[in-house]
């Protein structure tokens, strides 16, 4: 038979915190479909071979031309 034994409420919760603190979250929620890529950006590395190749690509597009409007207004 099995001993069983009583727990104060601060054991209780102590052993509580210790779960919580050992245990990671597996599921996380998000409130838009922004906020997830968001987060998925900021956690996710870029390779270095595509960031150099994304900074080649970024350096061989041209300024985009000022519309006439904003020429002719000095904008």
Same mark, same amino acid.
């Given at each position: 038979?099995k001993?069983?034994?009583?727990l104060?409420?601060?054991? &209780?919760?102590?052993?509580?915190?210790?779960r919580?603190? #050992?245990q990671?979250?597996?599921? +996380?929620?998000?409130?838009?479909?922004?906020e997830?890529? +968001? &987060?998925?950006?900021?956690? #996710?590395?870029?390779?270095?071979?595509?960031?150099?190749?994304?900074?080649?690509?970024?350096?061989q597009?041209?300024?985009?031309v +000022?519309?006439?409007w +904003?020429?002719?207004l000095?904008?």
């Amino acid at each position: 038979m099995k001993r069983q034994t009583k727990l104060t409420s601060l054991e &209780h919760e102590q052993q509580g915190l210790a779960r919580q603190q #050992t245990q990671q979250p597996s599921a +996380r929620e998000f409130a838009s479909a922004e906020e997830m890529l +968001r &987060h998925d950006a900021l956690h #996710t590395p870029v390779p270095p071979a595509i960031g150099q190749r994304l900074q080649e690509s970024l350096g061989q597009l041209r300024t985009p031309v +000022r519309s006439w409007w +904003r020429r002719w207004l000095g904008q």
